[in-house]
C-alpha cells in the first residue's frame, strides 16, 4: 500500500519532471508547504494525462471514461478522507487539511473534460470561460496553502492562472496543433489575416502573437498587486514562479514569435539565477 509519504513523493515526481518551470519556484516555499503545492500539481499532471497522453492514440470515449473514474474515485476518497491510490492519496489529505472547496475541483476537471470536444474557441471570453476551470481555479487552490493577509489576493491569483495558462499556450501551439486544437481566438486570428496551420512566423501571426503577449502581460500586473499580499516566504515563491513564467513570453519574442520550429525555454541558468536572488533576504 502507498504511505502517505511515498504518494507526496509521487507527486513531487510529477512537478520536477514536467512542471519544471514551477518546480523550480517551489523550493522558495516554506518545506511544510512544499509538499502540499505538489499535491495540487500532481493531481492537476495525473488528469491531464489521461485528456492527452493515455495511451497510443487511445479513443476519446476510453478517455472521457477514464477521467471521468478518475473524478468519481477522487470525490469518493475525498468524502471519505483518504486514498490509496499513489497520486489521490495526497491530494485529498491536501484538500482537507487546506479546508480547498471540491467545487474547485469539478471545474477543473469539467475544462480537461472539454478537451475532448473543443478544438477552438471564438473569443478570449470563451477562452476565458474554459480557463476558469483549467487555470484561474489553480490560483483559487493555492490560496489556503499560501495564506494572503487579505481577501483581496483572489482576483489576482485567478488572473496569475490565467496569466501561466496563456503563456504556455502561447509557447505551445505547435504542440496543440498536433491535438488539432487552437487556443489563440479564432476572431483575433481573422482580425490580424494569422493561421497558425501554415505553421510559419508569418508577419499576421508575428502581429497576433504580440497581440496575445500584450494582453497576457496585462494580467501579471494585476497579479503583481495579489503577490504583494502574501506573506514572506509564500510571496517569494510565486514571485519566482510569475517571473520565470513571465519569461516564457520574453523567450517567444526573443525567437521571432516562431513557435513551431523548436519549444522555446527559460534557460535554466535564468531559473537557478531568478531562485538565488528571491531567496536573499
Known amino acids: 500500500m502507498t504511505t502517505l509519504e511515498q504518494s507526496y513523493a509521487r507527486c513531487r515526481e510529477l512537478n520536477r519532471r514536467f512542471g519544471t518551470t514551477y518546480y523550480a519556484a517551489t523550493w522558495l516555499l516554506p518545506a511544510v508547504k ?12 495525473h488528469a491531464d494525462d489521461i485528456v492527452d497522453d493515455l495511451g497510443s492514440g487511445a479513443p476519446i470515449d476510453v478517455r472521457q471514461k477514464a477521467l471521468d473514474d478518475l473524478g468519481e474515485r477522487f470525490f469518493a476518497d475525498l468524502e471519505a478522507g483518504r486514498s490509496d491510490d499513489p497520486v489521490l492519496k495526497a491530494v485529498v489529505h491536501t484538500a482537507r487539511a487546506f479546508g480547498i472547496d471540491p467545487d474547485c475541483f469539478r ?90 496551420w501554415l505553421r510559419r512566423a508569418t508577419p499576421q501571426w508575428c502581429a497576433v502573437l504580440a497581440f496575445e503577449i500584450d494582453r497576457t502581460r496585462a494580467l501579471y500586473r494585476s497579479a503583481d498587486e495579489g503577490i504583494a499580499l502574501l506573506p514572506g516566504r509564500s510571496a517569494r515563491c ?12 520574453d523567450e517567444i519574442e526573443a525567437a521571432g514569435y516562431d513557435v513551431f520550429r523548436r519549444r522555446v525555454r527559460v ?4 531559473k537557478l539565477a531568478v531562485a538565488a536572488g528571491l531567496w536573499r533576504p
Open 107 to 196: 471545474r477543473f476537471l469539467r475544462s480537461m473534460a472539454m478537451d475532448f470536444t473543443v478544438a477552438t474557441y471564438e473569443t478570449f471570453e470563451d477562452l476565458c470561460g474554459y480557463m476558469d476551470g483549467s487555470a484561474a481555479v489553480i490560483g483559487e487552490m493555492m490560496l489556503p496553502i499560501l495564506e494572503p493577509t487579505s481577501p483581496d489576493a483572489l482576483g489576482p491569483a485567478r488572473d496569475l492562472g490565467n496569466a501561466f495558462q496563456l503563456s504556455n499556450f502561447w509557447r505551445d501551439v505547435g504542440e496543440d496543433l498536433d491535438r488539432g486544437r487552437v487556443y489563440v481566438p479564432q476572431e483575433d486570428l481573422r482580425r490580424f489575416g494569422a493561421d497558425p
Open 238 to 249: 510565486i514571485r519566482g514562479a510569475r517571473v520565470l513564467y513571465g519569461g516564457i513570453l
Open 267 to 270: 534557460p535554466r541558468r535564468k
Open 34 to 45: 512544499r509538499h502540499h503545492v505538489h499535491a495540487l500539481y500532481g493531481f492537476c499532471r
